[in-house]
């Protein structure tokens, strides 16, 4: 197993992220960071903590959720890894989760893709996500419940914050979209596994503790823009229940909520990239269906 995370100018989160998954078990030359165009003292400082000993990767920009983590991906299967971790750097994890997930993955029979369960770092009894599953009926995914016996249950979605994927998943659907950017990548990810015929679990007993978007906070209206696109392109890409009118409420109502909220604080910047998003996301379904006729 080797675990791949992405550094953008959080280097001490990062830093301590590392020693959690060093302290589950993990080797140092199993890691790889990949910083994603930080200033040149966050990397100088990475790289002065553990030496060559890590795998440290630098992109000379930013790159992205999807594209950075895809240029760790690259390097970790090229390295001959069965299976990947795919971590947060806003993270740090429980001494015993990666063995949980690998036991689990054992005895489920090598399933694609698996999740732990992920609480909130700073209320650390207090569950964040889980994963997600369809419903016949409904245009979105629904939040999976956590188990009274914290036993693995199949889903339909976990978060790319904590993904165990296995080499197979990569090599039959591809790495991460690159055109999502960030914010549903991990979505069309396990679609298209699930899809290809592999499986998705939660493993509750797999725990990990989560900061919480550090990074997303950096560059608000860059992150409201392309989570607004992402948003109408899985939607309308990946199918939910069988009414489009549906979809469409769905994705309004979400719109409308966010929209009343910028307003409401006054987060001028955050509702025009709301808006901005939101029609590319329309504009580039509209052109794909014209090109598709």
């Not at 693995?152 to 904590?162: E, I, L, N």
Request: proline share 5%; glycine share 8%.
């Amino acid at each position: 197993m080797f675990v791949v995370t992405l550094n953008w100018n959080l280097e001490d989160d990062t830093a301590a992220c590392v020693e959690s998954v060093l302290a589950a078990g993990v080797r140092l030359d199993r890691i790889v960071v990949v910083d994603n165009g930080s200033r040149p003292e966050a990397v100088e400082a990475l790289a002065a903590r553990w030496g060559s000993s890590l795998h440290l990767l630098r992109n000379d920009r930013n790159l992205g959720f999807a594209g950075g983590m895809n240029v760790g991906l690259r390097h970790a299967l090229a390295e001959g890894a069965r299976s990947v971790l795919v971590l947060n750097n806003d993270t740090v994890i429980a001494p015993t989760m990666v063995q949980v997930l690998a036991e689990a993955d054992a005895r489920l029979g090598g399933p694609g893709i698996l999740g732990p369960a992920i609480y909130y770092y700073d209320d650390p009894e207090r569950l964040w996500r889980l994963g997600d599953t369809r419903h016949r009926w409904l245009p979105m995914p629904r939040p999976a419940k956590l188990p009274p016996d914290l036993s693995a249950f199949p889903v339909d979605y976990v978060t790319g914050c904590a993904m165990l994927v296995r080499r197979e998943v990569f090599e039959r659907v591809g790495l991460f979209d690159e055109r999502y950017h960030m914010y549903f990548e991990d979505a069309d990810l396990c679609r298209r596994a699930r899809d290809a015929g592999f499986a998705v679990w939660c493993v509750p007993r797999a725990r990990m503790w989560h900061k919480v978007s550090l990074t997303a906070r950096r560059d608000r209206p860059l992150n409201r823009y392309h989570q607004a696109l992402g948003q109408v392109r899985f939607y309308h890409e990946h199918t939910h229940g069988p009414w489009p009118t549906l979809r469409e409420a769905y994705i309004g109502a979400k719109v409308l909520k966010t929209a009343l909220k910028d307003v409401w604080h006054r987060d001028w910047d955050l509702l025009g990239a709301l808006w901005q998003g939101t029609i590319a996301g329309y504009r580039e379904s509209r052109d794909q269906a014209h090109g598709e006729r």
